[in-house]
Nanobody, 118 residues
């Protein structure tokens, strides 16, 4: 069983910065892909970014690429999402994910709320 615990969410001003962390337990971290998804009120959950054990990444689209950066520390079993220059439309619950590949999600964290004020 894999457990994912997110931290780092909160209130941030537009144009500021915030870093989310997700600590993982279980053997999937070393061989699997980790990522971040988000769900805004009234919207479906969507991909933000994922990273595999080799450091390969996939970002959702141009709306976050260049502002958000995903990284992982295998020694700490942790994946990060550095959010620079966030915008009010980035306000959402951010969920950590774990899966066997960049395109698969097998486990979810409980989520952490990020609110971006204008």
């Amino acid at each position: 069983q894999v457990q994912l615990v997110e931290s780092g969410g909160g209130l941030v001003q537009a144009g500021g910065s915030l870093r989310l962390s997700c600590a993982a337990s279980g053997s999937i971290f070393g061989s699997g892909a980790m990522g971040w998804y988000r769900q805004a009120p009234g919207k479906q959950r969507e991909l933000v970014a994922v990273i595999d054990s080799g450091g390969n990444t996939r970002y959702a689209d141009s709306s976050v690429k260049g502002r958000f950066t995903i990284s992982r520390d295998n020694a700490k079993n942790t994946v990060y999402l550095q959010m620079n220059s966030p915008k009010p439309e980035d306000t959402a619950v951010y969920y950590c994910s774990a899966g066997s590949s960049l395109n698969v999600v097998n486990f979810w964290g409980k989520g952490t709320l990020v609110t971006v004020s204008s």
